[in-house]
Nanobody
Framework: QVQLVESGGGSVQAGESLRLSCAAS????????MRWFRQAPGKEREGVAV????????YYADSVKGRFTISQDNAKNTVYLQMNSLKPEDTAMYYC??????????????????????WGQGTQVTVSS
């Protein structure tokens, strides 16, 4: 049984940092498309970052490039999202997502929330100005 548990959210001021964690059980990172999504009130869920197959590649949404970093610790079966220089527009519920996928599929469709096998419960990030 796959389980994803996010943690690390909170309330911060603009310019500060947070690190989100996604502890995964029941999955291996081999050939897995591990992603972070976020959803703000009244908005669609959007893909923020992806890491594939333990680090073959990482991609980011344009809105977070240069500020967010996705990584994973295979020994801890945990995926991280380091978020620096946070802005009020980063305020959202952040979700970890996982699914087995080919390299081509993950690289092409990682931002599509409809193509996710497993979701975490989410962790709230609030950034005030």
């Amino acid at each position: 049984q796959v389980q994803l548990v996010e943690s690390g959210g909170g309330s911060v001021q603009a310019g500060e940092s947070l690190r989100l964690s996604c502890a995964a059980s029941g999955v291996t990172f081999t050939s897995y498309c591990m992603r972070w999504f976020r959803q703000a009130p009244g908005k669609e869920r959007e893909g923020v970052a992806v890491i594939y197959n333990g680090g073959d590649f990482t991609y980011y949404a344009d809105s977070v490039k240069g500020r967010f970093t996705i990584s994973q610790d295979n020994a801890k079966n945990t995926v991280y999202l380091q978020m620096n220089s946070l802005k009020p527009e980063d305020t959202a519920m952040y979700y970890c997502a996982a699914g087995a996928a080919s390299r081509l599929w993950c690289g092409s469709w990682w931002q599509d929330p409809k193509e996710v096998a497993y979701w975490g419960q989410g962790t709230q990030v609030t950034v005030s100005s």
